[in-house]
Nanobody, 123 residues
Framework: QVQLVESGGGLVQAGGSLRLSCAAS????????MAWFRQAPGQEREFVSG????????YYADSVKGRFTISRDKAKNTVYLQMNDLKPEDTAVYYC????????????????WGQGTQVTVSS
């Protein structure tokens, strides 16, 4: 099973940017569909963005489309989430996840998770 470690979270003002990183070990990410999810206090974990293996493509939640970009550095075995024009409603713990099952938006399909990184956007 692949191990995932997120970093890059922090406190930023509305309109600012952050880049989250998800470093993998144990397995190459080339074999996995990757995704970012987030969970705000009192809310369910929600899909943010995904990147399919074998260059299938990328996809985004409507709430972040045009502001967030997911990318994968195969040489570094790392996935990134560039977040621009951040809004207070983006405040959440962000999780990186890997799936060798399918290219979906369902958290249940992802078997490997990182510990999460906090993103806080002030107004």
């Amino acid at each position: 099973q692949v191990q995932l470690v997120e970093s890059g979270g922090g406190l930023v003002q509305a309109g600012g940017s952050l880049r989250l990183s998800c470093a993998a070990s144990g397995r190459t990410l080339n074999n996995y569909h990757m995704a970012w999810f987030r969970q705000a206090p009192g809310q369910e974990r929600e899909f943010v963005s995904g990147d399919g293996r074998s260059d299938i493509g990328t996809y985004y939640a409507d709430s972040v489309k045009g502001r967030f970009t997911i990318s994968r550095d195969k040489a570094k075995n790392t996935v990134y989430l560039q977040m621009n024009d951040l809004k207070p409603e983006d405040t959440a713990v962000y999780y990186c996840a890997a799936s060798d099952y399918g290219f979906t938006r369902a958290a249940a399909d992802f078997g490997s998770w990182g510990q999460g990184t906090q993103v806080t956007v002030s107004s």
